[in-house]
Every structure is written in C-alpha cells, then in structure tokens.
C-alpha cells in the first residue's frame, strides 16, 4: 500500500502551520510507516501544541498494530489537549462542569476523541476493564456521545460478555 493511499483524507487541514503541514504532507508520500513516522516525530517538535499531528501518530502507530505506541501517543494527546484547555491532566479528574465539552475544532473536543481512541486502543489490548472506565467517565463527561463513544462501548460490551 502506497502512502499517498494509507494517508488519504489525513494529511489535508487548511489550519495546519506550513512547517507542520510540509511535515505531514512529505508522511503522506512516504513508501514505509516508519519513514511517515519520523517525519510526524519532527513535526511534533516542531509545534508540539499541533493536536492534529497527534491524531495522526496514533492512527498510524494503530493501524500498524503498534498498540503500545498508539497508547502513548494517544495519552500525549490526551496531555497536550488537557494544557491547552486548561484542564488537569488526569481524565479521572474531569466532570461535565470541567469545561464546555461542547465547543467543536477546541482543545477539550479533541480530548474527547482522544479519550475515546485510548478506549478502543486498550479494548484492542485486552484491557477491557480500562478499556470500560473511560468509556464511563466519557459517558459522563460528554452526554451527547458527540465523538461517537457509543460504538465504541457497544463493541467493548460484546467483547465483554
């Protein structure tokens, strides 16, 4: 599988810092994983307050069946989404009043997502107990279900049982 066809639909963000975006559009090109994962590492630290560029490590590191990888780089998100809303950094911390979970395309929105990819990442280790605590706490913290946590609650049921 080519890069440009792995990568397709994730690369393209208008709000991305030119630095960042060269960074992510030579990884769209990148005929290995790994040489898409070292150029995401250096546009990490080229701004490490993109959360987009966070997104993009944890998919690739999960589609790549890298799932302690994924872990880490989605609790990275979870951190540096948590310092820029102003929220402590411990998810078991957070309640419905913590912020307005509500806001698209903000910080907190994005902790959201993240919370639920470190769910399904960790139903796919097996973790199905951590895997259902924060699929609770996102229950609590976002009623709505507007990152979708539901899908993911509904298979880590069935995998429950």
Request: hydrophobic share 45%.
């Amino acid at each position: 599988m080519s890069g440009k066809q792995y990568w397709s639909g994730i690369v393209a963000n208008d709000d991305l810092p030119p630095r960042v975006a060269g960074y992510l559009a030579a990884a769209s090109e990148a005929h290995d994983w790994r040489e898409a994962e070292a150029l995401l590492l250096r546009a990490q630290v080229a701004d490490p307050d993109c959360l987009h560029v966070y997104f993009t490590l944890y998919k690739l590191y999960f589609n790549h069946k890298r799932l302690g990888d994924a872990e880490r780089a989605a609790c990275l998100a979870l951190d540096a989404a948590a310092r820029l809303a102003g929220l402590p950094s411990d998810w078991r911390m957070m309640d419905v009043n913590s912020c307005d979970w509500s806001e698209d395309h903000s910080p907190q929105h994005f902790y959201l997502f993240s919370l639920k990819a470190l769910a399904f990442i960790r139903l796919r280790q097996l973790r199905t107990q951590d895997c259902l605590q924060l699929l609770e706490k996102l229950r609590e913290i976002d009623p709505q279900d507007s990152v979708g946590a539901s899908v993911i609650e509904a298979y880590a049921e069935g995998v429950a049982a």
